[in-house]
């Protein structure tokens, strides 16, 4: 294997201290054209659909791929804007938002950037891009807050993946979940109750998370348990009774069974129960996005009112808020720990020991 150098690398260069936030990622336009590869790469994942890969690589290419793009595109048709897609506006500005923030509490030793674990800015890409800047540390946060392979295991895979190929592996810490991360909970209570304070309490709460199948629960992961962990932690913080909320799952793909309640059969048996106003969030996304947007707060807002609702509220998602950022930067500042760029009489010691040995051996 021919492992990858850095041609622009410099001895001069001053080492950094790399941070780089991803998520799930996002076609490059709301077509059937665009969605087809974006489809491929995200459903070849076998993170993704733990199918064996001669069988589903059959039902992808024959049936998924022919028929799930143009309905895909409609849905974001639905949601994308003259800036592009909701979700890559939104991992942009949480980008700059939270290298301005480090800056100001670390300085010129960090650099921040994004990337996007299907399509692009491609992880491989923006490594390469912080390595080539002087990173040679490097801390990577999903910014998926409970752990769940298809997600956080998934970028974990990438990562590994592209360290394979390169001749000089920085240090490196993973940021695998913070889910019951008091900052993080703290963060989600204060926009439920600002949210309640301008548009009152409704009859129940739902914390909608998005849904995987049934058995990777019971081959061991631990995402279900996370949600569910989440829910309870808000809930205790804003000192809500068992009846007053629940923990749904959306976005289920298949026919095989996913975790349960499903969101759109709760939200449709919900009014028959006397419950005539529902708030959702959730808070599994750190933004907004296809899932929250569109599917939840257009389509399962049909099925409750339809079925006999009265109001039905979505409380946004994080997004790039000051108390998100604030959330994100203190979890990047404790995994920080330890860790120093270079001093300036390292930088010198290194350039000079590379001027001798070229001097010293001026043909090599």
Same mark, same amino acid.
């Given at each position: 294997?021919?492992?990858?150098?850095?041609?622009?690398?410099?001895?001069?260069?001053?080492?950094?201290?790399?941070?780089?936030?991803?998520?799930?990622?996002?076609?490059?336009?709301?077509?059937?054209?665009?969605?087809?590869?974006?489809?491929?790469?995200?459903?070849?994942?076998?993170?993704?659909?733990?199918?064996?890969?001669?069988?589903?690589?059959?039902?992808?290419?024959?049936?998924?791929?022919?028929?799930?793009?143009?309905?895909?595109?409609?849905?974001?048709?639905?949601?994308?804007?003259?800036?592009?897609?909701?979700?890559?506006?939104?991992?942009?500005?949480?980008?700059?938002?939270?290298?301005?923030?480090?800056?100001?509490?670390?300085?010129?030793?960090?650099?921040?950037?994004?990337?996007?674990?299907?399509?692009?800015?491609?992880?491989?890409?923006?490594?390469?891009?912080?390595?080539?800047?002087?990173?040679?540390?490097?801390?990577?946060?999903?910014?998926?807050?409970?752990?769940?392979?298809?997600?956080?295991?998934?970028?974990?895979?990438?990562?590994?993946?592209?360290?394979?190929?390169?001749?000089?592996?920085?240090?490196?810490?993973?940021?695998?979940?913070?889910?019951?991360?008091?900052?993080?909970?703290?963060?989600?209570?204060?926009?439920?109750?600002?949210?309640?304070? $301008?548009?009152?309490?409704?009859?129940?709460?739902?914390?909608?998370?998005?849904?995987?199948?049934?058995?990777?629960?019971?081959?061991?992961?631990?995402?279900?348990?996370?949600?569910?962990?989440?829910?309870?932690?808000?809930?205790?913080?804003?000192?809500?009774?068992?009846?007053?909320?629940?923990?749904?799952?959306?976005?289920?793909?298949?026919?095989?069974?996913?975790?349960?309640?499903?969101?759109?059969?709760?939200?449709?048996?919900?009014?028959?129960?006397?419950?005539?106003?529902?708030?959702?969030?959730?808070?599994?996304?750190?933004?907004?996005?296809?899932?929250?947007?569109?599917?939840?707060?257009?389509?399962?807002?049909?099925?409750?009112? $339809?079925?006999?609702?009265?109001?039905?509220?979505?409380?946004?998602?994080?997004?790039?808020?000051?108390?998100?950022?604030?959330?994100?930067?203190?979890?990047?500042?404790?995994?920080?720990?330890?860790?120093?760029?270079?001093?300036?009489?390292?930088?010198?010691?290194?350039?000079?020991?590379?001027?001798?040995?070229?001097?010293?051996?001026?043909?090599?």
């Amino acid at each position: 294997m021919k492992y990858q150098g850095n041609t622009d690398f410099s001895h001069h260069q001053a080492d950094k201290i790399g941070v780089l936030i991803t998520n799930l990622g996002t076609p490059q336009a709301p077509t059937k054209q665009a969605l087809k590869p974006y489809l491929r790469e995200f459903l070849s994942d076998p993170r993704v659909v733990e199918v064996p890969k001669v069988i589903w690589q059959l039902i992808l290419n024959l049936i998924i791929l022919n028929v799930r793009p143009a309905k895909s595109a409609h849905a974001y048709a639905s949601v994308w804007t003259e800036q592009g897609s909701p979700l890559m506006q939104h991992t942009l500005a949480q980008k700059d938002k939270l290298a301005a923030k480090l800056h100001d509490m670390f300085g010129d030793d960090v650099i921040v950037d994004c990337a996007m674990r299907y399509g692009n800015p491609a992880i491989s890409d923006v490594i390469d891009s912080m390595l080539k800047r002087g990173a040679r540390k490097l801390i990577v946060l999903p910014l998926y807050p409970q752990y769940c392979a298809s997600t956080t295991g998934s970028t974990f895979d990438a990562i590994a993946h592209d360290f394979t190929t390169r001749r000089w592996l920085p240090d490196f810490r993973f940021i695998s979940h913070y889910h019951d991360d008091e900052r993080y909970i703290q963060a989600i209570a204060n926009s439920i109750e600002a949210h309640q304070k $301008q548009n009152g309490k409704p009859d129940k709460l739902i914390f909608s998370y998005h849904g995987i199948p049934l058995r990777y629960l019971k081959n061991g992961d631990p995402y279900h348990c996370e949600c569910h962990k989440t829910t309870r932690l808000v809930a205790e913080k804003l000192g809500l009774s068992k009846d007053q909320y629940m923990t749904t799952f959306q976005s289920r793909f298949g026919r095989e069974e996913w975790l349960r309640p499903y969101t759109d059969e709760t939200l449709k048996s919900l009014p028959a129960q006397g419950v005539k106003s529902v708030q959702m969030i959730c808070p599994g996304f750190s933004a907004d996005c296809l899932e929250t947007i569109e599917e939840i707060g257009v389509e399962n807002r049909g099925y409750f009112m $339809q079925a006999g609702g009265e109001d039905y509220q979505y409380i946004p998602c994080l997004n790039s808020s000051d108390q998100h950022i604030e959330m994100l930067a203190g979890l990047v500042g404790d995994n920080l720990q330890g860790w120093k760029s270079s001093s300036q009489e390292d930088i010198n010691t290194r350039a000079e020991q590379y001027a001798q040995h070229q001097s010293e051996n001026p043909n090599v």
